[in-house]
């Protein structure tokens, strides 16, 4: 079992940069598959980033393509979502999450991991 903390959220304007980070515990974390999810206020959580164990092949939805990079420290148990060039839009609760299956195809959905993190406020006012 793998516990999940989030920091590096805030306020930033229209355009500015952010760098979330989620520290996992145990020494397993080479072995869990990692994403960020978002949701904004009254909407479904939804799919953002995702990266293998090995920090090798990574996906994301489409509204972040080209603005945002995931990345994992394999020594550190941490994964990050640089955000850049942000918009009004992505103000969320930005959440991590691990899975330890062995996974062939993007898994997108919440249900595709069993394990999350608090969540981290991403403010960018219009």
């Known amino acids: 079992q793998v516990q999940l903390v989030e920091s590096g959220g805030g306020l930033v304007q229209v355009g500015g940069s952010l760098r979330l980070s989620c520290a996992a515990s145990?020494?397993?974390?080479?072995?869990?598959?990692m994403a960020w999810f978002r949701q904004a206020p009254g909407k479904e959580r939804e799919f953002v980033a995702y990266?293998?164990?090995?920090?090798?092949?990574?996906s994301y939805a489409d509204s972040v393509k080209g603005r945002i990079i995931i990345s994992r420290d394999n020594a550190k148990n941490t994964v990050y979502l640089q955000m850049n060039s942000l918009k009004p839009e992505d103000t969320a609760v930005y959440y991590c999450?691990?899975?330890?299956?062995?996974?062939?195809?993007?898994?997108?959905?919440?249900?595709?991991?069993?394990?999350w993190g608090q969540g981290t406020q991403v403010s960018v006012p219009s």
């Open positions: 145990g020494r397993t974390f080479s072995t869990y598959t």
């Open positions: 999450a691990a899975s330890q299956k062995l996974w062939y195809t993007v898994p997108t959905a919440t249900l595709d991991y069993a394990y």
């Open positions: 990266i293998t164990r090995s920090g090798g092949t990574n």
